[in-house]
């Protein structure tokens, strides 16, 4: 069974610029997950979804961030413009549904001049 | 703020000892609760979760759950210098998953 699939695996930008994310879940997984992950710190939940259906992104900055989840399967996480506190791991999870067990993908690290 | 707590360490033990992690939770609408191996530079690994009170135990990996105390813990036996990395504990009710920020653990050749 494949994983999670992301891309890029790293990426580096100038501030102000456009960035985007692209991940692929366990074929069957209907929840997603997209988390950011600083050094020394646990993944902190950005969006979550259901289906094609956003139902927690409480914790996006939307004046910057922008996701979605077209058809239900694969995922796409924006930034724009990016800033220098965005430097950081950005991973993609999926599971059967919520609070059963997740599975992340190799993350990408996002450097930000 | 629903938080989960983790001793962020380093936790060293000699090759061959019993490690022993230890995670606490605040949500007491937590239902299930997960531990993940992060390497360096890698990503979160799922290497157990646990639903019900008392011990699960797959190999060398075993995890406690006490609801009343609101307590997780992973006790590693038989540990081995590849188990080296960072344990993250996650608690998952109602409609979010919260992860702790990980205890380093370093065994000792």
């Known amino acids: 069974e494949a994983g999670v699939v992301q891309s890029p695996r790293y990426k580096i930008i100038e501030k102000k610029q456009p960035v985007a994310f692209w991940c692929n879940p366990i074929s069957g997984h209907n929840t997603l997950y997209w988390y950011l992950q600083n050094l020394g710190q646990g993944p902190e939940l950005l969006i979550r979804y259901e289906n094609e259906e956003a139902v927690d992104d409480s914790q996006l900055p939307k004046d910057r961030f922008s996701a979605e989840r077209l058809k239900g399967v694969d995922s796409t996480l924006k930034i724009q413009p990016a800033e220098l506190g965005d430097s950081a791991v950005y991973l993609c999870a999926s599971s059967r549904g919520l609070n059963y067990e997740q599975y992340f993908g190799p993350g990408t690290r996002l450097t930000v001049t | 703020q629903k938080e989960v707590e983790q001793n962020s360490g380093p936790l060293s033990v000699p090759e061959g000892a019993i490690a022993s992690l230890n995670c606490t939770y605040s949500?007491?609408?937590?239902?299930?609760f997960f531990w993940y191996r992060q390497y360096s530079g890698k990503s979160p690994e799922l290497i157990m979760f646990i639903y019900s009170n008392g011990d699960k135990e797959d190999g060398r990996f075993t995890a406690q759950l006490n609801k009343a105390s609101q307590y997780v813990s992973l006790l590693i036996r038989d540990s081995q210098p590849s188990d080296s990395a960072t344990y993250l504990c996650?608690?998952?009710?109602?409609?979010?998953?919260?992860f702790g920020a990980g205890t380093r653990l370093f065994v000792k050749a």
């Open positions: 996650a608690a998952s009710g109602g409609f979010k998953t919260i």
């Open positions: 949500d007491r609408g937590s239902q299930s």
